[in-house]
């Protein structure tokens, strides 16, 4: 929403609570501005009729009979946050504006001010925030004559953020697809498709460039926030782009929150070199964390992995899983705590079930430091402190433990210190509003204690006060009463007048009594009647105090989050593994890939475990692209990404769906998986199939791994074979990792040519005319298509499918006939060779050694050894 110039028509006549209205409206005009009226935020003229349209509210007028009308609509305060939370989801920017002093006090209009501005991209509250999920806000810049720009995302509700500097424009919006941020914000001179992009339209805000993307504002916000000198401390002195984009972060910081305290972690530049890149295509095709069709839930990775019980603990899986590492030794690590967890049930069930009472220690400890805590959220607090040194006792019990959780746990901080103030402090049942009192514990703080006793004993002590009057002046028939004029009064009647002592003070004369006031019951009448305003101002002073006090521990605060973050890690990949049934993978820096009755974990949850069949899959230098045929609903599209997800599961340092995996370390993975069109962005399916084709080919490098699903199918048959033929040529070329599923039979010719190319296809029986799937992966080309007998089990009425084989018989006898004779028997021999192929990696090892083996030299033995050798290496491709 974006509103430059806020108009009300000339003709309204301006009351002073409109003038207010309209004077603070000025300055938040891309703003909703919600606007406090006694119990109710009110909204006036356009924002009305956009808040009553999306929240299906009454809009009403605020001057029902006057000429011109105001539009007006409202929300009790008390359900405010409903209301926030479907405006925020909507995309909505919202400016939040109390009454900043007591109304009683004042003079004229009360006093109001915008205390906070809520954004899609940066609420730290519960509003609208996923407990395992991330709330990204990014910012990106593109300096046109430099060719280089920067993004960078944050997460205000955890402090984490970070960027990048890249020379690609497209790495940025690489970057963008795979973020999905919830707010996005650009310069206003950013001429890029973004603007039309209708995926994000909604998520955009455009910021002036000159103010939020200057350099040396970005420089200077920076230096304050990071509480640096130099940029060379955040690895930054060299990256003008991306200091411009953490400045406009920073200013917007300063705008939403309202505050001069920043929050955010110290800033890291990303390093690509280090994770194995899965671009958001990758992800999506693989349906690592939503389904193809962008649903949530079964059949995605995310569902069967994610056993982690606290929030920190699901962020933390989500963020590893879509930036899986690539170095050795972390890999190795992690991979070590996470068999240690595998291996004792009884350690994971306990460590599992403290677990799940910590709260979410990240995001409290944010909401403390900027001042945004409600009193559950200490006890949310206190609970989880009490959980910290129980689980550190429960690890330090354990013996053979992996150093690398040795060095996590040595640094513990059960912080104790907060859980005894907090202790002492937070009723277990506070109320939600800091302003309401009834917060804090008896015997925390004196005064409090003293007005407590008074709101909560004030009869009491006014019972006491009697009886001593009594005693004193032995008038047994003293009585006390209260009327609104003299509030509380002692009565006596008039035939006891001569016992009336000098300091009661006569207010009234009945006909047969007399009522006195006396100062000390005047003292505690006042005291009584403002205890409960006293107490509830008390409580929200000792609130503020506490929370600065907890503040100041925010650093202990967050590491302690992210040790529990970590732990929570490794003990939900130990479960996963447990339950499923995977096991360790071993992990090497060549290039093989050897996996061993490998499943594919997200079909496997939904089918069960008993009714998946398990295959073997083998990479190697002789074996380097596999070109997997078999019939439609085969099986070929899983086993392409079932390979592809146990290598990301490696890397995540967790186990695998199969028996044994070896895995040599991936930088990137890639795929073109199923049609996904882009319509909204303008492309064709055939289109699209076509730019990730060329993103892959201009990327991929020995180290990656594709998956490549029949492409070239979207055009015309000749097109798309040969399309098809020369990609699998380029990749076997430059000898990169690569499952190629097809249904164009003709390109299983292409092993006779390359030696690391192999035939492999999903096995099928027919059976009394039916086609039965066997599911299993077995060297060789498929047979035949069977098109028709899958369109059969789809439920293609009987008269289709008899007309199809009908024509399909004619097709094959006569026109195919010929293209068959010109395509499968002489293909190759009439197909242009392709330049610049290495020979040497092109000669099959075996003939290679053939070579060298001079037969008039060698014994039986020797020849039966070699033999066996050869056995032992080729005939893993068994049936
Ligand atoms: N190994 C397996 N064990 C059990 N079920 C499997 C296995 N592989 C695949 N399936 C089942 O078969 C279905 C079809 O598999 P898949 O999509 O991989 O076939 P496909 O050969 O790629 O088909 P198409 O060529 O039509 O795209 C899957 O959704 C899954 O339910």
Known sequence: ?????????????????????????????????????????????????????????????????????????????????????????????????????????????????????????TVVEDLNLESKNNNFLVSIFWNEKKQQGAIAWADFSTGFWTGIQTSS??????????????????????????KNHNIFKDKIRILPKSSYYSLNTGTEL?????????????????????????????????????????????????????????????????????????????GTLIYILDNTLTPMGGRLLKERLSKPWRKVKIITQHQEVVSFFYTSDELRNEIRSLLNKVYDLERLAIRIFLSKTTPKDLVSLKETLTILPQVHLLLKKQKNIPHFLIQNYKKWDNLEDIKEILEKAILDNPSPLITEGNIFKLGFDKQLDDLIDLTEHGEQKLKELLKK???????????????????????????????????????????????????????????????????????????????????????????????????????????????????????????????????HPSIEGVIGKNNYIPNDIILSNEAKLLIITGPNMAGKSTILRQTAIICILTQMGSFVPASYAKIGITDRIFSRVGASDN???????????????????????????????????????????ALAW????ELSKRQVRTLFATHYHELTQLEQEYPNIR?????????????????????????????????????????????????????????????????????????????????????????????????????????????????????????
């Open 1 to 121: 929403m974006s509103k430059k110039n806020f108009n009300y028509p000339s003709k309204l006549k301006l009351t002073p609570m409109l003038e207010q209205y309209l004077g603070i409206k000025q300055n938040y005009q891309d703003c909703l501005l919600f606007f406090r009226m006694g119990d109710f935020y009110e909204l006036f003229f356009e924002d009305a009729k956009i808040a009553a349209r999306e929240l299906q509210i009454a809009l009403t007028s605020r001057n029902p009979n006057a000429d011109t009308k105001i539009p007006m609509c409202g929300v009790p305060h008390h359900a405010v946050n409903e209301y926030l939370k479907k405006l925020l989801n909507k995309g909505y920017k919202i400016a939040i504006c109390d009454q900043v002093e007591d109304p009683k006090l004042a003079k004229k209009i009360v006093k109001r001010e915008v205390t906070k501005v809520l954004t899609p991209g």
């Open 169 to 194: 424009l497209e790495e940025i919006w690489q970057w963008l697809f795979k973020l999905n941020p919830n707010e996005i914000l650009v310069p206003d001179n950013f001429n890029l498709p973004i």
């Open 222 to 298: 920076l230096y304050k926030a990071e509480q640096i000198t130099s940029l060379k401390t955040l690895d930054l002195e060299d990256k003008p782009e991306l200091v411009r984009v953490c400045g406009s972060i920073l200013s917007y910081h300063l705008q939403t929150q309202k505050t001069n305290k920043f929050h955010l972690h110290s800033f890291t530049v990303l390093n690509p070199t280090n994770y194995l890149i899965l671009d958001e295509i990758t992800e999506r095709n693989l349906e690592l964390f939503t389904l193809l069709d962008g649903k949530k839930g079964p």
């Open 469 to 599: 009057e009594q005693e004193k002046h032995n008038i047994p028939q003293l009585k006390l009463g209260y009327n609104k004029v003299f509030g509380y009064y002692l009565e006596l009647s008039k035939v006891h007048k001569d016992k009336v002592p000098s300091y009661f003070e006569r207010k009234q004369t009945l006909v047969n009594s007399e009522r006195f006031i006396t100062p000390e019951l005047k003292e505690l009448e006042d005291k009584i009647l403002i205890a409960s305003e006293k107490r509830k101002l008390r409580e929200y002073e000792l609130f503020q105090s506490l929370r600065d006090q907890l503040a100041q521990q925010k650093d202990r605060f967050l590491f302690m989050a992210k040790q529990i973050a970590e732990l929570d890690y490794w003990q939900s990949l130990a479960e996963t593994a447990r339950k499923w049934g995977w096991t360790k993978p071993e992990i090497t820096t060549s290039l093989e890939l050897e996996i061993k009755q490998g499943r």
């Open 679 to 721: 319509l909204a962005q303008g492309q064709s399916t055939f289109m699209v199939e076509m730019t990730e084709t060329a993103r892959i080919l201009r990327l991929a490098g020995r180290k990656s791994l594709v998956i490549l699903d029949e492409i070239g199918r979207g055009t015309s048959t000749f097109d798309g074979m």
């Open 726 to 729: 020369a990609v699998a040529e």
């Open 759 to 879: 035939n492999f296809n999903i096995a099928v029986k027919e059976w009394k005319g039916e086609i039965i799937f066997l599911r299993k992966l077995i060297p060789g080309p498929a047979d035949k298509s069977y098109g028709i007998e899958v369109a059969k089990l789809a439920g293609v009425p009987n008269q289709v499918i008899a007309r199809a084989k009908e024509i399909l018989n004619a097709l094959e006898q006569k026109e195919a006939e010929i293209k068959k004779k010109i395509i499968q028997k002489n293909l190759l021999s009439f197909l242009p060779k392709t330049k610049n192929f290495n020979q040497k990696i092109a000669t099959h090892p075996i003939l290679e050694e053939l070579k060298h083996i001079d037969p008039n030299n060698l014994t039986p033995i020797m020849a039966l050894n070699i033999l066996n050798s050869w056995k032992q290496k080729w005939g893993k491709y068994e049936n």
